[in-house]
Nanobody, 127 residues
């Protein structure tokens, strides 16, 4: 059984930074991990992803240049460094893990690409 636990959320002001963590436990093949977010009244949207083999990363246009995804394999933990936060970044951030191999060029932007999900951590950015 795989478990994902997020931490690091909180209330910050516009322009501040936060680092989210996602600790994974349990045994499974991991091909990619990602971050998604869901704001009130909106659908869950892709934020960033990282593949474990090539360590290639992908970002939503809205966070490019501000957010950085990374992973520490030794700690089995993924991070999302969020800089220059904006009020529109306010959402519940969830991490996800994909144990399905879709190919070396696959983009893990879709929710259905992931098999496991964390409960989420709230990020609130005040103006």
């Amino acid at each position: 059984q795989v478990q994902l636990v997020e931490s690091g959320g909180g209330l910050v002001q516009a322009g501040d930074s936060l680092r989210l963590s996602c600790a994974a436990s349990g045994r499974t093949f991991t091909y990619a991990m990602g971050w998604f977010r869901q704001a009130p009244g909106k659908e869950r949207e892709f934020v960033a992803s990282i593949t474990l083999s090539r360590r290639s990363t992908d970002y939503a246009d809205s966070v490019k240049g501000r957010f950085t995804i990374s992973r520490d394999n030794a700690k089995n933990t993924m991070y999302l460094q969020m800089n220059s936060l904006k009020p529109e970044d306010t959402a519940v951030y969830s991490c996800a893990l994909s144990s399905t191999y879709f190919g070396s060029e696959y983009s893990y932007k879709q929710r259905y690409s992931y098999n496991y999900w964390g409960q989420g951590t709230q990020v609130t950015v005040s103006s």
